[in-house]
């Protein structure tokens, strides 16, 4: 049966072969390496598809999803933002020039920014702007300062651990795609829906319903301020003696 | 728009932060590859948020709160480098060993 049309009869779609791992006993041939990854992203994979089902019944299968063929605006307008995002975001690991990584991690933070004013999460993406690239990247360019990290190309600023970095990084997005794709492929954003980011809502709810937390949050901020002054004091011994 | 679309770019973000996270020998490179993947977390924060289109708006308010943390452990992370620096000299995580097995 066609998924979609499934989807809108309100009955689950049935499984297909193409990432179904669960269905798809020729795993269990592999070497035990793969059998662990399979059995972890199956498990993954079900645990949050359980969860989707019941949160998608009014999402989705009401409405029934569109295809992926009918591209929209906002999803082309996504796509290229995410990928400035990411590219970025690999130029700011990869980069051989310290100064050079903070910056491509401005350009990712502010890729970031982009998606988040696409997901209509405006209030979200002016904070961003305001806390991470006027705030945390220029914390960040002090701390290389500080530490007279060298400027200019350096051949080692990776460890050795670099070959088992790359596999890692590579096996959890690869988990993390097939168990999304698994889950979600069905879900659908609606985007049209009115200032459901603008900042009268959401300072509403954060004064509202999230005043308590938002208040544990200033005193956190507080203690981390004043154990940054404790840590970085010079006058002070490292047993409190002066 | 499909909720895969931010889901996948999060996804990349974090595992691209992973990897720098492992890879990196600069302490404060390392917490360049933390804020790429709170970044990726946030990402997924406001995508469900907006998906769910939830009263409480918990997923963009707890982004608001990440960023905060965020801006909270950069400054704590920074102290100690900049203590570990003045002590050691270095911000090298291979040369930062003395709680390591022996070799």
Redesign the interface.
Known sequence: MDPYRAAAAGTRPERRGWLSMDANLSWTTYPAGVAGSAYVCTAVSARVRARSAT?TDR?VHAAD??S?VDV?G??IV??LI?VI??GA??L??TSRN?VR??LW?VV??GG?VG??L????E??AI??IL??VG??VV??L???M????PIGHQP????A??P???V???A??GL??AA??DA??F?????D?FG??SPE??GR??FG??VL??EV?SV??LA??I???A??RRDVGADGRR | ?????????S???????????????????V???V??ML?AV??NL??F?????DA???G??L???V??????????G??????L?RQRAT?S??DLDTLAEPR
């Not at chain 1, 500080?146 to 990290?149: H, I, L, S, Y």
């Not at chain 1, 080692?156 to 460890?159: E, R």
Request: with cysteine; hydrophobic share 65%; glycine share 6%.
């Open positions: 949160l999402t999803a569109p992926y929209t906002s999803e996504f796509v995410g995002t990411v975001a690999l700011c690991v310290v990584a903070a991690l990712a933070l970031l998606l988040y696409v997901l209509t999460a209030l979200v904070v961003q806390i991470y705030a945390v914390l960040l002090f701390g290389l500080v530490t007279k990290a080692d600023l990776n460890t651990n670099r088992v970095a790359i890692v990084g590579v959890a997005f993390l795609v999304l794709i979600f492929r879900a659908y954003l609606d985007l829906v459901q980011g809502t959401i709810a954060l319903s999230w937390p938002f949050l956190l901020l981390a301020l154990g940054a002054i840590l970085t | 728009m499909h909720l895969l679309y931010p889901l996948i770019v996804a990349g973000l974090f595992s691209i932060g992973l990897y720098g996270l492992l890879a990196r020998r600069n302490l404060v490179l917490l360049m590859s804020e790429l970044g946030s990402l406001v995508a948020d907006v998906w769910l289109t409480l708006r918990s963009q308010v982004t608001l709160m960023i905060a943390l965020t801006a909270a452990e950069v400054g704590l920074l102290a100690i480098v900049l203590q620096f911000s995580i291979d």
